[in-house]
């Protein structure tokens, strides 16, 4: 079996979800071609072994492989039956075309008789000549039907077809009885490449809708179905960064200067390594949302982001407000973050934000509890109805923290537009950033998980 078979069978496996490093491939080629390619279980086996590492990944192993290594179920039923075409198609009968026609005749002939098993075999010859891994939308299917009907010689039978329309009644039903079976040939041939972007398409179709929705601002996030989704795999993975990172951080940084020292014993090889160890640090993060109707799209997906990486950050406390303001943590704590993020928004979405009103009662909730292990996000648009802004009191807010972040929605240009006044905050936090995109609400929360360590 070809290297590149196996390659191409990596990538579907990538498609279908399952990580694989290229030196697990590597390992896995090495498997297939120790065990050998003849015995279909023993190769199954050799490839499941080094390429699955999760039992989560078998049942998407296991269709692949199935549809990969689909034994092909061919063109037999499309090849025409002796009843169905009295005369070869390449037979010259009576007003035929001489010499001009006769290459085209010849060819189509030979694919038109060809039985069953033999146009089988052409049909996957063909496809083996072909590079179906660059299928990456569903309206290319059409493209690689027809690349692999000309690759299969289907030309010349349109050629002859063409030839036979332009003759008497007795030619054009035998163009006709051709026309058929073309179509018959060509659902054949649409069916493997339909099959090949299940396997190949499919994953970079989802890579590409995922590139999508990560890049579009989030009032139209709605639009798409999967992006619940998307948000818990982007919470998992960073979460997962961040308990390397903390397994690091325990730890700690090498201390040369003991290390030196306990290496004088052994004549100065450093037989055992010493770590400076940093106390750890009891982060608490306080998200405060502004959930009117011009941000509350911001809003739902942050609190659904932060809440998804409960492990790595437990103490996170939030609130809400529009024309009130109110500490919803419980809400989280008792249903799920959809749930919760839907109740919220119910309950103190709306119009009239007060940032001032905001500041000061969020003050007096949580002022003894603000110290120098408190990260303070704030995400809104700054845009304060013409109200008194708060700054002060902002202000002293961040005399007590250790930072204040804030996130916005729209674009810097906007930022003090109407009545936006997010210069009169900006003194007062430590880190000021759009937040209008997945992506970017991802590079955030990175950038907290990294201050936390």
Request: charged share 30%; glycine share 6%; aromatic share 6%.
């Amino acid at each position: 079996m070809p290297a590149r078979r196996l390659s191409e069978f990596v990538q579907a496996l990538r498609g279908a979800g399952l990580r694989i490093s290229p030196d697990e491939a590597t390992q896995g080629m090495d498997a297939a071609a120790l065990v050998g390619y003849q015995g279909r279980q023993r190769f199954h086996d050799a490839l499941a072994m080094t390429l699955v590492k999760r039992e989560d990944d078998r049942p998407a192993f296991e269709e692949t492989f199935a549809r990969f290594f689909a034994v092909t179920s061919g063109v037999a039923s499309a090849a025409p039956q002796d009843s169905a075409m009295p005369a070869p198609v390449g037979d010259a009968g009576e007003g035929d075309e001489g010499p001009a026609g006769d290459g085209a005749e010849s060819d189509a002939a030979d694919l038109t008789t060809q039985t069953p098993a033999e146009l089988d075999q052409r049909l996957a010859e063909a496809a083996a000549q072909m590079d179906f891994t660059q299928m990456e939308v569903i309206t290319q299917q059409g493209l690689y039907t027809r690349r692999l009907l000309m690759s299969m010689g289907m030309g010349t039978v349109d050629d002859r077809i063409l030839q036979l329309d332009q003759g008497d009644a007795p030619r054009q039903a035998r163009a006709e009885t051709l026309r058929q079976w073309r179509r018959e040939v060509r659902e054949q041939a649409a069916d493997h490449v339909r099959r090949q972007f299940l396997l190949h398409g499919a994953g970079k179709g989802r890579a590409l809708r995922e590139q999508t929705m990560r890049a579009v601002p989030f009032r139209h996030l709605r639009e798409f179905q999967e992006v619940k989704t998307l948000v818990r795999r982007m919470a998992r993975r960073l979460a997962s960064l961040h308990q390397r990172r903390m397994k690091k951080s325990r730890r700690g940084m090498l201390d040369a200067r003991r290390t030196l020292v306990a290496s004088i014993r052994h004549d100065g090889v450093p037989a055992r390594l010493h770590w400076r160890q940093r106390p750890v640090q009891k982060s608490r993060v306080m998200v405060i949302c502004d959930v009117s109707s011009s941000v509350s799209d911001a809003a739902r997906f942050l609190l659904q982001f932060l809440y998804a990486m409960n492990d790595v950050l437990p103490r996170v406390r939030s609130f809400a407000f529009a024309s009130r303001f109110d500490e919803i943590s419980e809400d989280f704590q008792r249903y799920s973050p959809d749930v919760a993020v839907g109740r919220v928004l119910d309950r103190l979405s709306g119009s009239g934000t007060d940032y001032g009103e905001m500041f000061a009662d969020f003050w007096r909730r949580c002022e003894r509890e603000l110290d120098s292990h408190t990260t303070v996000i704030i995400l809104g648009d700054a845009r304060n109805n013409y109200l008194p802004e708060g700054a002060e009191v902002l202000q002293q807010i961040r005399r007590r923290v250790k930072q204040v972040w804030w996130l916005n929605p729209e674009a810097r240009s906007r930022w003090n537009s109407g009545d936006a006044v997010m210069d009169r905050y900006l003194p007062h936090c430590r880190l000021a950033r759009q937040c209008a995109s997945l992506d970017d609400l991802e590079r955030i929360v990175d950038s907290l998980l990294k201050g936390l360590n």
